[in-house]
Nanobody, 120 residues
Framework: VQLVESGGGLAQAGGSLSLSCAAT????????MGWYRQAPGSQQRELVA????????HYADFVKGRFTISRDNDKNTMALQMNSLKAEDTGVYFC??????????????WGQGTQVTVSS
């Protein structure tokens, strides 16, 4: 199983960017999926948004009203639309998914991360 992210890049404050994440491999089913980010100089990843298989969305307070998470269960993909970007949104964004395979139990998988840089 692999999670492959795409998108990101450079944007000006107030602008928009979108991220995508595709889960590939021998997947039986996916439960929660989410986006996390790691700010420059930080060792921790903070939750940005999550979405369940039933499409229930949850957002960190600092992105509510600006970011929108979505997923396509048939394609095993997830997206994050980021609007009204701020300089403090800069960081490496990671996708995470709780995945089970036919012969293995549930576990979390992480993407490799994609850089988002917002200039003020």
């Amino acid at each position: 199983v692999q999670l492959v992210e795409s998108g990101g890049g450079l944007a000006q404050a107030g602008g928009s960017l979108s991220l995508s994440c595709a889960a590939t491999g021998s997947i039986f089913t996916i439960r929660d999926m989410g986006w996390y980010r790691q700010a420059p100089g930080s060792q921790q990843r903070e939750l940005v948004a999550t979405i369940t298989s039933g499409l229930d969305e949850h957002y960190a307070d600092f992105v509510k009203g600006r970011f929108t998470i979505s997923r396509d269960n048939d394609k095993n993909t997830m997206a994050l639309q980021m609007n009204s970007l701020k300089a403090e949104d800069t960081g490496v964004y990671f996708c995470k998914a709780d995945i089970s395979q036919v012969t293995t139990p549930w576990r979390d998988y992480w993407g490799q991360g994609t850089q988002v840089t917002v200039s003020s």
